[in-house]
């Protein structure tokens, strides 16, 4: 099992959990939001591996939305560009995983964005956050030789 690089000073803090088949673990990282401009139900950022390769990104929340509903995300980057989507739910509903497009985002453009502002919306329920992006192009470069092929 590779060993992340990611240094005790990072922003981006590593983390491995048991995956779902016996024996498998998953490495991610993560950046917990910027307090001062988050709602206290947005927890922050986790990218980690996915099966086959894939690289995953996730909004992690306090408060869990229902595991089958499909929130509406809009990210604004402090470069001015703006996605929305429709996500789903991970983590029994206390993650918002992303559609795979995301992804190429957080390997390439918002390694040079200073910041993300981001919304989920779900029925009447609206969570915002503010996650700071410092350290990502070397949290996401440490991170890639952990994740299986």
């Known amino acids: 099992m590779p060993i992340i690089q990611v240094t005790a000073s990072s922003p981006w803090k590593f983390i491995r959990t048991q995956g779902p088949k016996e024996g498998e673990s998953l490495a991610a990282i993560m950046k917990t939001a910027d307090t001062a401009q988050s709602d206290p139900d947005f927890a922050g950022l986790i990218v980690r591996c996915a099966p086959r390769g ?7 929340l306090i408060r869990p939305f229902p595991p089958r509903r499909r929130p ?21 509903g206390a ?33 915002k956050g503010m996650v700071a992006l410092n350290g990502l192009q070397a949290a996401y470069n440490s991170l890639l030789p952990n994740c299986s092929q």
Do not use: C, H, R, Y
Request: charged letters at 15%.
């Open 54 to 60: 894939k690289v995953d990104v996730l909004v992690a």
């Open 72 to 92: 509406q995300v809009t990210i604004t980057s402090s470069n001015g560009g703006t996605l929305a989507f429709e996500a789903t739910m991970a983590a029994a």
């Open 95 to 127: 993650a918002v995983q992303l559609p795979d497009e995301v992804s190429a985002f957080a390997a390439g453009k918002w390694q040079s964005t200073a910041s993300l502002s981001v919304v989920v919306k779900e029925s009447d329920s609206e969570i």
